[in-house]
C-alpha cells in the first residue's frame, strides 16, 4: 500500500513539474511576443513515461527464435532484437505458474505461493503457504504499481496465477483482461487440452465466456490486446499479453506449418547439431557445443519411415506455432506504430520456461514410455484427433515430445521441469523507445550477464520512472541496455531455485543442479561460463565451492520454506491424478463405463434365470 501512494505521489509530481514548466514557457512566450528572441522551452525528465509491452511465449525453447539461430523464421520478434538487447544467459523457473508469478510480483515463487503449478503440488505440501499454486492476495503485482502511477494495464492470455474472482487479473491491477486461468487449452476452440478440466476456463475481465468459433489462440490474443489499447495515446500503457504457443496441443494454421515441411525431415540429432551452430552465428554463444545425449532422446534412425514422417510433419506444426506468434506479434507492433505510439513504447519478451518435452498421444521409444491408451481414449472423446493429413490443424492434438524438446534448447541439457538450463535458460529481448530515443546503447547487442525472473519488475518499474521497493530480490536490467554497466550482480551473490524436488543454485558463474532422473539424480557442480551445457561436474574437483553452495542453497531453501518431495513424487502423474480426482462427474462416468459390462451381465444372468423359472 505505501508502495502505491510513493508511486502516486512520484507521478503526481512529474506531472506538476512538466505543467509548471509548459507555463513557464507560455509565460516566457507571451512576455517575449513581438521580440526577435526564440524561446527554446526547458523541460527537463520525460515528457510521457513509455508503454511497456511485456511478450510472453509459454515452453518456447532456448534457440526457438531466429535471432537465436532458430531456421523457425520469426522476422518480427528479429528486428526488435536488431534493434535492442538480446540475453543470452536469462533464467527462469522451469515451469508456467512459478515463472508468472515472478513476472508479476518480483518476487520469488516460493515467497508468494507459487512454488509450483496448482496442479502438481502433492497433498504432502499442500498445507504449506509457499505450495499453494496460487499468488497471495496480498502481494503487489507490477499491474497494480503502473496503475496506481496512471498506467492503463491490460492483459490477454494465461494467466495461471489463480481462478478464483479475488485472483483473477482483473482483481489484480489490470484495467481490461481477457484471460485463461489453467494450464492451457485448445488454441482452435473452447475446449480443455488435459482431462483434468472439465472445459477450459477463459473469462473477459473477471466473467466466464465463450470463446468466438473463429478463435486461433495467437491471433485472438494479440486482437484483443490491440482493442484494449485501443487507438489514442493519452495515457502510458502496459501491455501483458502471455501467448499460448507453443504449449501442448501443438497447433498451428497450415499455412504456417507448410513452410516446414521439409525442414525437420533430417531429424532431431541433425537439428539439435544446426540449433548448437545456429546459437554461435546468432551471436548468443561464444563457442558452438555438443549437448549431453539426453537419455530420453531415442536414435532416429530407429524410427521407421511412417514415425519418422510423422515427427518431422509434427516439428513442421511446431515451427508454424512459433511463426504464427510471431506474425501477430508483428500486427501488434504495426498498431502501435499506427497509433503514433512507437517510439515511446519498449518491448520485453521472453519465454516462462524451456521446451516441453512431455509426451502424451503417443511411444517412440527410448526412455520416453508414457500409458498413451488412457490419454487416447479421452482425446477422441472429446473431438481430438491425431491424423498426419491435418496434423496441427483445427480439432487435431499434437506435442513435439522429449527428443525435439532437447533439440529447441540447443545444446543445452534437460527441457521444461527439470533444473538443467534446458529447463531454466530461455531468451529474453528488451527493444524500444522512450521518448524517441532507442534504450538500447549497443544495438543488436548479446548480454552474457545471469538474469534472473525477478529482475523483470524492477526493469518495468525503473523504465517506468517509479520508484522500486528495497525489498525486490531482483536487480534493474536498465543499466545493462543503456550501456552503463556490463555487471548485474556480485560475484558472491547467489540465486536459488527449486521446484517439485529439481534445484539449483547460481553464483559466481557456477551452478550446482539436481534433477530427479536417472544419475542426475544428485547434486552436480557445474562451471557455467565455461560449460553452459553443463556436462563436466566438478563436484569431485572442487569440493570445497560444491560444499560451500550446498550450504547457501540450503540456508536459501530454508528460508523459503521449501519442502521435500517424496522420493516417488512424479510431475506429471500428480497433475493427472489429482485433477481427474477433482472430476467427480468423470469419475462417475469412468465408474459406470467399467461397471457396465458387470451390470449387463447381471441383468442377463436374472433375465436367463426367470425365463427357466417360468418354463
Ligand atoms: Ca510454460
Not at 180 to 198: K, Q
Amino acid at each position: 500500500m505505501t508502495k502505491n501512494v510513493t508511486a502516486k505521489l512520484l507521478v503526481k509530481r512529474a506531472g506538476i513539474t512538466v505543467v509548471a514548466g509548459l507555463l513557464i514557457v507560455a509565460m516566457a512566450v507571451a512576455a517575449n511576443a513581438g521580440a526577435d528572441i526564440e524561446v527554446v522551452p526547458d523541460v527537463t525528465g520525460p515528457a510521457k513515461r513509455p508503454n511497456i509491452v511485456l511478450l510472453l511465449a509459454d515452453d518456447l525453447g532456448y534457440s526457438d527464435l531466429g535471432a537465436y539461430g532458430s531456421e523457425i523464421q520469426t522476422p518480427n520478434l528479429d528486428r526488435l532484437a536488431a534493434s535492442g538487447l538480446r540475453f543470452s544467459n536469462f533464467h527462469v523457473a522451469a515451469s508456467c505458474a512459478p515463472t508468472r508469478a515472478m513476472l508479476m510480483t518480483g518476487l520469488n515463487s516460493h515467497s508468494v505461493g507459487v512454488a509450483n503449478i496448482p496442479e502438481a503440488i502433492p497433498e504432502d505440501q499442500a498445507h504449506a503457504p509457499a505450495y499453494q499454486g496460487v499468488m497471495h492476495t496480498h502481494v503487489p503485482t507490477i499491474a497494480e504499481q503502473l496503475q496506481a502511477a496512471g498506467y492503463r494495464t491490460v492483459m490477454t492470455g494465461k494467466w495461471h496465477l489463480g481462478m478464483d474472482p479475488e485472483r483473477r487479473p482483473s482483481a489484480r491491477g489490470f484495467d481490461r483482461t481477457f484471460m485463461l486461468a489453467d494450464t492451457g487449452a485448445d488454441n482452435w476452440r473452447h475446449r480443455s487440452y488435459l482431462p483434468i478440466y472439465e472445459t477450459a476456463n477463459w473469462f473477459e475481465d473477471g466473467e466466464p465466456i465463450t470463446l468466438p468459433d473463429d478463435f486461433y489462440s495467437s491471433e485472438h490474443l494479440v486482437d484483443k490486446a490491440i482493442e484494449y489499447i485501443g487507438n489514442d495515446g493519452e495515457e502510458p500503457f502496459f501491455a501483458y499479453v502471455a501467448f499460448q504457443a507453443v504449449h501442448i496441443p501443438v497447433q498451428a494454421p497450415a499455412t504456417f506449418r507448410d513452410k516446414y515441411l521439409q525442414t525437420y525431415v533430417g531429424g532431431w540429432h541433425a537439428l539439435r547439431a544446426a540449433r548448437s551452430e545456429g546459437l554461435v552465428d546468432a551471436g548468443i554463444l561464444p563457442d558452438r557445443l555438443q549437448g549431453r545425449p539426453m537419455p530420453t532422446t531415442p536414435d532416429w534412425q530407429s524410427l521407421t519411415p511412417d514415425q519418422q514422417a510423422f515427427e518431422a510433419k509434427g516439428m513442421a506444426v511446431y515451427a508454424g506455432m512459433v511463426d504464427a506468434m510471431d506474425h501477430h506479434i508483428g500486427r501488434l507492433i504495426n498498431h502501435i506504430d499506427r497509433i503514433g505510439e512507437l517510439d515511446n513504447t519498449v518491448f520485453i519478451f521472453l519465454s516462462d520456461n524451456g521446451a516441453e518435452g512431455s509426451l502424451a498421444t503417443r511411444n517412440i521409444g527410448g526412455e520416453a514410455r508414457a500409458p498413451t491408451e488412457p490419454f487416447r481414449a479421452w482425446m477422441y472423446t472429446e473431438g481430438f484427433n491425431t491424423d498426419i493429413e491435418t496434423l496441427g490443424e483445427r480439432d487435431s492434438y499434437h506435442d513435439i515430445g522429449p527428443a525435439w524438446a532437447s533439440a529447441a534448447v540447443g545444446p543445452l541439457a534437460w527441457y521444461k521441469f527439470f533444473a538443467g538450463e534446458g529447463g531454466l535458460r530461455v531468451p529474453l529481448i528488451i527493444s524500444g523507445a522512450s521518448n524517441g530515443q532507442s534504450i538500447a546503447a549497443n544495438a543488436g547487442g548479446v548480454s552474457p550477464v545471469l538474469g534472473w525472473a525477478t529482475d523483470i519488475v524492477p526493469t518495468i518499474l525503473e523504465l517506468a520512472g517509479i520508484e522500486t521497493l528495497d525489498s525486490l530480490p531482483g536487480k534493474t536490467l536498465v543499466p545493462l541496455i543503456s550501456g552503463e554497466t556490463t555487471e548485474l550482480r556480485a560475484a558472491k551473490e547467489g540465486i536459488g531455485y527449486e521446484l517439485g524436488g529439481n534445484k539449483a543454485f547460481f553464483r559466481g558463474g557456477y551452478k550446482l543442479v539436481y534433477n530427479r532422473y536417472g544419475s542426475d539424480n544428485r547434486w552436480q557442480l557445474f562451471n557455467l561460463a565455461a560449460d553452459p551445457a553443463e556436462k563436466t561436474d566438478l563436484s569431485a574437483a572442487e569440493p570445497q565451492r560444491f560444499n560451500a553452495m550446498l550450504k547457501a542453497y540450503n540456508a536459501w531453501a530454508e528460508a523459503q520454506g521449501v519442502l521435500p518431495v517424496a522420493d516417488d513424487y512424479h510431475q506429471g502423474r500428480t497433475v493427472m491424478l489429482k485433477g481427474i480426482l477433482n472430476r467427480p462427474g468423470l469419475l462417475a462416468t469412468v465408474a459406470l463405463l467399467l461397471l457396465l459390462p458387470v451390470l449387463i451381465l447381471i441383468a442377463l444372468v436374472v433375465w436367463l434365470f426367470r425365463r427357466r423359472r417360468v418354463n
